[in-house]
């Protein structure tokens, strides 16, 4: 089994509709983050957490919502969902301890028609 | 702000040759920095990091990169190429002391030809 899995891998709706994404991890990291990735623009962080009860912001949050549920669980909602949020999203972990390199789910493909 | 910058977007070599892929970083301290590769459909897997010590670091599947503090560069290389060496390869750049927020480039597209 995957260390970090993100359900659904594959999603197509419509504008304005609402969308969870979720990740879930078996690693024991208190650490998790959402980004996204375009074409040409590498992966940019949307939120990220460094235990349950801390949420910040990235650098492109607009539109997005997260909730930490457990330690093992961070998801990622597009409240009304518009067609430049179609992206590729990835969920990843890291342990606190520094220098600690991060783990990277396989991806959620998101599609807004 | 740290900064990371791929400046090749789209690299083509053949079977066999040799590879260097370039990064060049901004940052205002020590940086920890980072070589993930992504194989289609598949999320973000680490080649090799950098912290501190020897500047040459060796990592997975062959590959090597070594830090140039005066260059501000972090070029990721290896011998020979394989054919499924082909992916997508992105640097990025972390601090020292803890934090783990990484800043990553925009990414360098390998093609190996046969």
């Known amino acids: 089994d995957a260390d970090v899995t993100q359900t659904p891998r594959n999603r197509i709706t419509k504008t304005g509709k609402r969308i969870m994404l979720e990740c879930s991890q078996t690693k024991g990291h208190d650490r998790m983050y959402w980004y996204r990735q375009d074409p040409g623009l590498g992966l940019r962080l949307i939120y990220y957490?460094?235990?349950?009860?801390?949420?910040n912001k990235g650098e492109i949050s607009d539109g997005y919502s997260v909730s930490r549920q457990a330690q093992a669980k961070f998801s990622l909602s597009l409240e009304s969902a518009i067609p430049n949020q179609t992206a590729l999203y990835f969920c990843?972990?890291?342990?606190?301890?520094?220098?600690?390199?991060?783990?990277f789910g396989d991806g959620t493909r998101l599609s807004i028609l | 702000a740290q900064s990371v910058t791929q400046p090749d977007i789209h690299i083509t070599v053949s079977e066999g040759a040799s590879l260097e892929l370039r990064c060049n970083y901004s940052y205002g301290a020590t940086p920890y920095l980072f070589w993930y590769v992504q194989s289609p459909g598949q999320g973000l897997q680490l080649l090799l990091k950098y912290f501190s010590g020897d500047t040459l670091v060796q990592g997975i599947k062959g590959f090597e990169a070594e830090f140039k503090r005066s260059q501000s560069s972090f070029n990721l290389r290896k011998p020979s190429v394989h054919w499924s060496d082909a992916a997508e390869y992105f640097c990025?750049?972390?601090?020292?002391?803890?934090?783990?927020?990484?800043?990553f480039g925009t990414g360098t597209q390998l093609k190996v030809e046969l």
């Open positions: 957490s460094f235990d349950v009860k801390d949420i």
């Open positions: 990843a972990t890291s342990d606190p301890r520094s220098n600690q390199p991060q783990h």
């Open positions: 990025a750049v972390g601090p020292t002391g803890g934090g783990n927020k990484l800043t």
